[in-house]
């Protein structure tokens, strides 16, 4: 290596060291500021909603047709209805987006079982083929279809090329369409008559293993008889494989069957080969249709079709190989019914509950079906959508492209605990024709939704409340809803989370009449509180399959029902109503009195909302609030309250409150029904002054007017009925601030500037949400007076204090101020640095120059506020080289006078002096002081004794004491160095340290 190398070698290595150093120096030593925590503020839920923004979760007006599935899962559909009509979701369904600017009404949909990005679509008379996943689409050469003739079916396949297949029909009687394919591969692009002859042709599919087999089957009809018909690659049709004759109920004679529409399902490792079998599903239009087994046989025979019997119009057709069993799900052609048979068609049974629509277009099993067990139904007609099930069809949900609107949220109820399930459900409703209902579910906090029962749905006429039980969990997915259901009031309960329901007519145990209510509330997965128009509260042990009990709480249609937080135990139970009552039960509903126990009207007006103190076992608290204007928030204290007493000085101009909650932690939240009112919001509702309230309405939008309030580990939910918009506020401001620095009790704070302590900073965590600070420090712990400076607000820690007096002890806390307040933290305290430059420590006991002295004196001297002990020495010499008592360190004494506890020398003349000490600081030492121990039996009088004015020069000790790193020096020059100077000089002498470290070494390795 040359020298010139070396020297540029080193040059560039040390740059670079110097850099990252600097770097690492600024990052490491200077103080870092800490990121601000996102703000505590109401936003909005993800709702279910239409367009582009919505995903096409709500589709008004639609129609879903011709789902089909990509190799990779990719779905694609023909929105009908729609503006832009071919939609594709890379998400399993759940959200869609409008694809290649298509407009077309669709026909079929197919995709290169090779490729993913080859998307085929077909019109009435084309096909349209995009090579970029739907990006852009190029018209192919238009079908030779016969005059009047349609396209009905197309389908692709693989074989060294993309081969396509498509079939078409004619309404007209004798008229007749065809089959026609496009080989990519051939040298002239051009449609080829596959000569069907004079048949219809309403399905037709390439076999899954067509590279081997070459095999297309084609339903077709000659409009008196339907057949399945089999082309072996270029061969003509039915030369190998025989062609099957469909045979309505397998009757002896044949039983003709006309199609007017066709579907075809392969099970999964289907192979041709003799006496091999796959699915055809007919539709008849007359309710003749069915489902068939085609059981293939070598020409000359016929292959065998199987009516299978499963009563219906079939429109869709998907069947599934699991194991050694063909499942099988059939769509209706005139219904929303789906069939399963789990045996390959020997038996069926119907969904427990359908997808919605008129008719189903599409069945189709997810292609990762074995390991999310999934399948889609698409549908036309009213409240068509695409519909998933997680259990073989037995229950259907509708996740997107719903024929719905959402134009009121009902009601709310999420899971109770967001460690077990992150569950919600909302009740939606919109007019067409008349109200329908939905109701929704989401598991994953609002990210997405499934509908799970609708108005459209069979026996639902209306949906009005949903509830769940305090224990819902993993091992309890009980759900409650309330409606109507062929015009009677019911309650729904489902055991599954949704996926299905039983319903129970709502009956009075003595009348056996129907009764609507207007509220509830669940005490368990069983048992559950009704609220009447007529002030009655019904109870029901058995989820409304019987009613125990009937009691009044007043004669007025009641508005609010509260359990207890105990109620297991105290069966505690509150409930007001629509003129200001308020009615409370300690024997689980059996009966009420009303609060205040001897109200002679109601206590408040208009309708009352209620809520529990959560320690109500202790407290006996309780609050009430009316949604009259500026009516008020009320609290009551059963066995003490004599009349409800309103704790709060004033609420927003206009507040209407609609409804009360209180957190686990005591926090009172009430929604404010008012324009733009928000909710307010009270830390310490049961303060025995008046608690403080706070309104909390950023993060909404204007004219929001919120609607009820739930709430789940500090996260609340409340509906915005003016924007239509459930909002949601996660309060992390609920619980105190935690101190960090100083250390609570901490003594000799602080540095002495020209006697003011300086340099004391305060810091604490930050709690997520906060963006300001409020702090306080004063000198007595009830902070009933805080001195000048001594508070103020900060957007994090540390917070440096205004200069503060020397051997004082303060008191400090801080909470969080915006954007809602939190609890104060706890009181810390620390004491100030002493003032070490104007102490005066004087000698009480013994006097100076005192004789006579008790050889166990008494020693006295004045106490130093801020010391934490004081040292003391004892000398027979003025400069205390013989020192005889020695109390420092471990053996200072903690206060300012001490009993002698060894003997001294009778006749005997002694010096001491005195110094303050703390933890950090030590004081200077005090005058000498001298005295003379009394003369003890056959000892000699000196002749002279040291007289105290002659002592002054021997007042500074031989020995400098010990002072602390803090203290100031002695000079008296003090320089106010920034202190990230300090970091900064520090960073550089590390940089030059460790850049010198490396030229060396460098140097080294190159010699």
Same mark, same amino acid.
């Given at each position: 290596?040359?020298?010139?190398?070396?020297?540029?070698?080193?040059?560039?290595?040390?740059?670079?060291?110097?850099?990252?150093?600097?770097?690492?120096?600024?990052?490491?030593?200077?103080?870092?500021?800490?990121?601000?925590?996102?703000?505590?503020?109401?936003?909005?839920?993800?709702?279910?909603?239409?367009?582009?923004?919505?995903?096409?979760?709500?589709?008004?007006?639609?129609?879903?047709?011709?789902?089909?599935?990509?190799?990779?899962?990719?779905?694609?559909?023909?929105?009908?209805?729609?503006?832009?009509?071919?939609?594709?979701?890379?998400?399993?369904?759940?959200?869609?987006?409008?694809?290649?600017?298509?407009?077309?009404?669709?026909?079929?949909?197919?995709?290169?079982?090779?490729?993913?990005?080859?998307?085929?679509?077909?019109?009435?008379?084309?096909?349209?083929?995009?090579?970029?996943?739907?990006?852009?689409?190029?018209?192919?050469?238009?079908?030779?279809?016969?005059?009047?003739?349609?396209?009905?079916?197309?389908?692709?396949?693989?074989?060294?090329?993309?081969?396509?297949?498509?079939?078409?029909?004619?309404?007209?009687?004798?008229?007749?369409?065809?089959?026609?394919?496009?080989?990519?591969?051939?040298?002239?692009?051009?449609?080829?008559?596959?000569?069907?002859?004079?048949?219809?042709?309403?399905?037709?599919?390439?076999?899954?293993?067509?590279?081997?087999?070459?095999?297309?089957?084609?339903?077709?009809?000659?409009?008196?008889?339907?057949?399945?018909?089999?082309?072996?690659?270029?061969?003509?049709?039915?030369?190998?494989?025989?062609?099957?004759?469909?045979?309505?109920?397998?009757?002896?004679?044949?039983?003709?069957?006309?199609?007017?529409?066709?579907?075809?399902?392969?099970?999964?490792?289907?192979?041709?080969?003799?006496?091999?079998?796959?699915?055809?599903?007919?539709?008849?239009?007359?309710?003749?249709?069915?489902?068939?087994?085609?059981?293939?046989?070598?020409?000359?025979?016929?292959?065998?079709?199987?009516?299978?019997?499963?009563?219906?119009?079939?429109?869709?057709?998907?069947?599934?190989?699991?194991?050694?069993?063909?499942?099988?799900?059939?769509?209706?052609?005139?219904?929303?019914?789906?069939?399963?048979?789990?045996?390959?068609?020997?038996?069926?049974?119907?969904?427990?509950?359908?997808?919605?629509?008129?008719?189903?277009?599409?069945?189709?099993?997810?292609?990762?079906?074995?390991?999310?067990?999934?399948?889609?139904?698409?549908?036309?007609?009213?409240?068509?959508?695409?519909?998933?099930?997680?259990?073989?069809?037995?229950?259907?949900?509708?996740?997107?492209?719903?024929?719905?609107?959402?134009?009121?949220?009902?009601?709310?109820?999420?899971?109770?605990?967001?460690?077990?399930?992150?569950?919600?459900?909302?009740?939606?409703?919109?007019?067409?024709?008349?109200?329908?209902?939905?109701?929704?579910?989401?598991?994953?906090?609002?990210?997405?939704?499934?509908?799970?029962?609708?108005?459209?749905?069979?026996?639902?006429?209306?949906?009005?409340?949903?509830?769940?039980?305090?224990?819902?969990?993993?091992?309890?997915?009980?759900?409650?809803?309330?409606?109507?259901?062929?015009?009677?009031?019911?309650?729904?309960?489902?055991?599954?989370?949704?996926?299905?329901?039983?319903?129970?007519?709502?009956?009075?145990?003595?009348?056996?009449?129907?009764?609507?209510?207007?509220?509830?509330?669940?005490?368990?997965?069983?048992?559950?509180?009704?609220?009447?128009?007529?002030?009655?509260?019904?109870?029901?042990?058995?989820?409304?399959?019987?009613?125990?009990?009937?009691?009044?709480?007043?004669?007025?249609? =009641?508005?609010?029902?509260?359990?207890?937080?105990?109620?297991?135990?105290?069966?505690?139970?509150?409930?007001?109503?629509?003129?200001?009552?308020?009615?409370?039960?300690?024997?689980?509903?059996?009966?009420?009195?009303?609060?205040?126990?001897?109200?002679?009207?109601?206590?408040?007006?208009?309708?009352?909302?209620?809520?529990?103190?959560?320690?109500?076992?202790?407290?006996?608290?309780?609050?009430?609030?009316?949604?009259?204007?500026?009516?008020?928030?009320?609290?009551?204290?059963?066995?003490?309250?004599?009349?409800?007493?309103?704790?709060?000085?004033?609420?927003?101009?206009?507040?209407?409150?609609?409804?009360?909650?209180?957190?686990?932690?005591?926090?009172?939240?009430?929604?404010?029904?008012?324009?733009?009112?928000?909710?307010?919001?009270?830390?310490?509702?049961?303060?025995?002054?008046?608690?403080?309230?706070?309104?909390?309405?950023?993060? =909404?939008?204007?004219?929001?007017?919120?609607?009820?309030?739930?709430?789940?580990?500090?996260?609340?939910?409340?509906?915005?009925?003016?924007?239509?918009?459930?909002?949601?506020?996660?309060?992390?401001?609920?619980?105190?601030?935690?101190?960090?620095?100083?250390?609570?009790?901490?003594?000799?704070?602080?540095?002495?500037?020209?006697?003011?302590?300086?340099?004391?900073?305060?810091?604490?965590?930050?709690?997520?949400?906060?963006?300001?600070?409020?702090?306080?420090?004063?000198?007595?712990?009830?902070?009933?007076?805080?001195?000048?400076?001594?508070?103020?607000?900060?957007?994090?820690?540390?917070?440096?204090?205004?200069?503060?007096?020397?051997?004082?002890?303060?008191?400090?806390?801080?909470?969080?101020?915006?954007?809602?307040?939190?609890?104060?933290?706890?009181?810390?305290?620390?004491?100030?640095?002493?003032?070490?430059?104007?102490?005066?420590?004087?000698?009480?006991?013994?006097?100076?120059?005192?004789?006579?002295?008790?050889?166990?004196?008494?020693?006295?001297?004045?106490?130093?506020?801020?010391?934490?002990?004081?040292?003391?020495?004892?000398?027979?010499?003025?400069?205390?080289?013989?020192?005889?008592?020695?109390?420092?360190?471990?053996?200072?004494?903690?206060?300012?006078?001490?009993?002698?506890?060894?003997?001294?020398?009778?006749?005997?003349?002694?010096?001491?002096?005195?110094?303050?000490?703390?933890?950090?600081?030590?004081?200077?030492?005090?005058?000498?002081?001298?005295?003379?121990?009394?003369?003890?039996?056959?000892?000699?009088?000196?002749?002279?004794?040291?007289?105290?004015?002659?002592?002054?020069?021997?007042?500074?000790?031989?020995?400098?004491?010990?002072?602390?790193?803090?203290?100031?020096?002695?000079?008296?020059?003090?320089?106010?160095?920034?202190?990230?100077?300090?970091?900064?000089?520090?960073?550089?002498?590390?940089?030059?340290?460790?850049?010198?470290?490396?030229?060396?070494?460098?140097?080294?390795?190159?010699?």
């Amino acid at each position: 290596m040359s020298n010139a190398y070396s020297i540029k070698f080193v040059y560039h290595v040390l740059s670079i060291t110097i850099v990252i150093c600097l770097l690492f120096g600024f990052v490491t030593l200077y103080p870092a500021t800490a990121l601000a925590a996102t703000p505590a503020k109401w936003s909005k839920v993800n709702i279910p909603s239409g367009g582009l923004a919505g995903g096409w979760v709500l589709a008004g007006g639609s129609d879903v047709k011709c789902l089909t599935a990509a190799i990779d899962g990719t779905l694609y559909a023909y929105g009908a209805g729609l503006t832009d009509t071919l939609l594709k979701s890379t998400d399993g369904g759940k959200r869609w987006s409008a694809i290649g600017n298509v407009r077309d009404a669709i026909t079929g949909i197919a995709v290169s079982p090779a490729d993913p990005a080859i998307i085929y679509y077909a019109t009435v008379s084309s096909v349209y083929r995009s090579a970029d996943g739907g990006i852009y689409f190029q018209k192919l050469p238009d079908v030779p279809t016969r005059a009047g003739a349609v396209v009905t079916s197309i389908s692709v396949t693989w074989l060294n090329n993309n081969i396509i297949a498509v079939a078409t029909a004619d309404a007209n009687p004798a008229e007749f369409g065809g089959v026609y394919i496009f080989d990519e591969g051939e040298f002239y692009h051009g449609w080829a008559d596959a000569a069907i002859g004079d048949y219809d042709v309403y399905a037709l599919s390439f076999s899954p293993d067509y590279p081997a087999s070459l095999q297309l089957v084609a339903v077709v009809s000659n409009e008196a008889d339907t057949f399945v018909f089999n082309k072996m690659g270029n061969a003509d049709w039915n030369t190998f494989i025989g062609l099957a004759q469909l045979n309505r109920d397998n009757c002896i004679p044949p039983a003709s069957v006309v199609a007017i529409g066709a579907a075809i399902a392969f099970p999964e490792g289907y192979q041709s080969y003799a006496a091999s079998s796959f699915f055809v599903g007919i539709n008849t239009g007359t309710a003749e249709g069915d489902v068939y087994k085609i059981t293939t046989a070598d020409t000359p025979n016929n292959s065998l079709a199987t009516d299978l019997n499963c009563g219906m119009d079939v429109s869709a057709l998907a069947a599934h190989l699991d194991t050694q069993q063909i499942n099988l799900i059939a769509g209706s052609a005139s219904t929303g019914y789906v069939c399963i048979s789990r045996d390959g068609g020997a038996s069926w049974a119907y969904s427990q509950k359908n997808p919605t629509g008129n008719a189903v277009t599409s069945i189709l099993f997810a292609s990762d079906f074995d390991s999310s067990g999934s399948i889609y139904a698409a549908t036309s007609g009213n409240s068509s959508a695409l519909s998933i099930s997680h259990d073989m069809g037995l229950t259907w949900n509708q996740i997107s492209l719903i024929d719905a609107a959402i134009t009121t949220l009902k009601d709310f109820a999420p899971s109770p605990d967001s460690s077990q399930l992150n569950t919600l459900f909302l009740i939606t409703s919109y007019l067409e024709g008349s109200l329908r209902h939905s109701l929704w579910r989401s598991l994953n906090d609002g990210a997405s939704w499934e509908r799970i029962l609708s108005s459209d749905s069979t026996s639902v006429d209306s949906l009005s409340l949903v509830s769940l039980p305090p224990e819902y969990s993993p091992g309890c997915l009980t759900l409650f809803v309330y409606g109507a259901s062929n015009g009677k009031p019911v309650i729904w309960k489902s055991q599954d989370n949704g996926q299905s329901f039983l319903y129970r007519p709502i009956r009075d145990p003595s009348t056996g009449t129907s009764f609507n209510i207007n509220v509830w509330t669940v005490a368990d997965a069983d048992t559950l509180y009704l609220g009447s128009a007529d002030g009655a509260v019904y109870t029901t042990a058995d989820s409304g399959y019987s009613y125990l009990q009937c009691a009044s709480a007043g004669g007025s249609q =009641l508005n609010s029902l509260a359990l207890s937080p105990g109620f297991a135990n105290d069966g505690a139970i509150l409930a007001g109503n629509i003129e200001g009552g308020i009615y409370f039960s300690d024997n689980r509903g059996y009966s009420f009195v009303p609060l205040p126990l001897d109200a002679a009207s109601p206590p408040l007006e208009g309708a009352v909302t209620v809520a529990f103190d959560p320690n109500f076992t202790t407290s006996r608290t309780v609050y009430a609030a009316s949604d009259v204007a500026d009516s008020g928030i009320y609290r009551f204290i059963i066995g003490t309250s004599e009349e409800w007493e309103s704790i709060v000085s004033s609420l927003p101009v206009g507040a209407s409150i609609n409804r009360l909650s209180v957190s686990a932690a005591g926090v009172l939240y009430a929604a404010n029904g008012n324009v733009d009112g928000g909710m307010e919001r009270c830390l310490n509702p049961r303060y025995s002054l008046t608690p403080l309230f706070e309104s909390i309405s950023r993060g =909404l939008s204007d004219g929001a007017k919120l609607y009820g309030l739930w709430q789940r580990n500090g996260q609340l939910w409340s509906i915005d009925l003016h924007n239509i918009k459930l909002m949601t506020f996660l309060d992390t401001l609920t619980s105190p601030v935690t101190l960090v620095a100083p250390d609570n009790a901490s003594t000799g704070i602080g540095v002495l500037y020209d006697h003011a302590v300086k340099d004391i900073s305060i810091a604490w965590d930050t709690l997520t949400g906060a963006t300001n600070y409020e702090w306080q420090c004063s000198f007595d712990s009830s902070f009933s007076t805080i001195p000048a400076d001594c508070s103020g607000t900060a957007s994090g820690g540390p917070m440096y204090l205004p200069p503060l007096q020397p051997a004082t002890t303060y008191y400090w806390r801080v909470r969080a101020c915006s954007p809602a307040f939190s609890l104060w933290s706890e009181k810390w305290s620390f004491t100030t640095i002493m003032d070490t430059a104007t102490l005066d420590l004087i000698l009480e006991s013994p006097s100076p120059g005192a004789t006579g002295i008790s050889i166990k004196p008494v020693f006295q001297w004045t106490g130093i506020l801020g010391a934490e002990a004081y040292e003391m020495l004892i000398a027979t010499d003025a400069d205390f080289f013989h020192t005889v008592i020695l109390k420092i360190g471990d053996y200072a004494l903690k206060t300012n006078a001490w009993n002698c506890d060894v003997n001294l020398d009778g006749g005997t003349v002694y010096y001491w002096k005195i110094r303050a000490v703390t933890a950090s600081t030590r004081s200077a030492w005090s005058s000498v002081g001298i005295f003379t121990t009394v003369f003890l039996a056959g000892e000699t009088v000196p002749s002279t004794i040291p007289q105290p004015e002659l002592l002054g020069a021997l007042a500074t000790p031989k020995i400098a004491p010990s002072t602390s790193a803090t203290t100031p020096a002695s000079s008296g020059l003090v320089l106010d160095i920034p202190v990230w100077a300090f970091y900064l000089f520090g960073g550089l002498i590390s940089i030059v340290l460790l850049s010198l470290t490396i030229v060396l070494i460098i140097v080294i390795k190159l010699r």
